[in-house]
């Protein structure tokens, strides 16, 4: 009987990190030299304290508007992380990635220090090794890939941006709106009963009909 396939046997050992106190810029190079698309973060005794993509730092320089050498990796990682272990089956590591959606698992011991990184890459070269992987791995893929309009209707805010000042045509545009809207408020209340002149009041001019302008002939 074949025994499932562990993590320890697919898992890339010491993995490129960074620290908490990294820029984004030191990140991203990282990032590029490495060709891979995310960063564990560890502290001073490499225990596993955050993630890092690298979405979060073109996210982060966007939203910002300021460079990355002036953001810090404490300011910007995820510290909401899911972790296996060396011992862990690889299909259990392939149901976290459906869970949380990424490509990538850091592998930690029980202290929290980190071992390696699994990568689905590794996994698909390790489907060469054992088939049984294949269905398992395809349905992660289709998970991690789904659209994120299908999972979310929460839109990231615009940057800000510089509004440009307005023509005189537009200036004279929005002056004339106010006008327009109360004209067209005002007018259909003018013709109600309740706004017709009281013609009978005391001291009120009455509204002088046809006949009463028509003119008069001389007395004989």
Known sequence: MMTLMKVHELMTPSPMTCRPTDSLHDVAQRLWNEDCGSLPVVDGRNRLVGMITDRDVAMAGYLRNRTLSDILVADTMSQKITACAEDDSVETALQAMQNVRVHRLPVCDADGTLRGILAFSDVLRGTQRDKRLLTEAVETLSTILEP?????????????????APTPAAKEAAAAKPAAREVATVAPTSVTPASKPNTTAKGSAKVPTKAATKPRGKKR
């Open 148 to 164: 994120r309009s299908l999972r979310s209707q929460i839109l990231m805010p615009a940057a800000p941006t510089t509004a440009a």
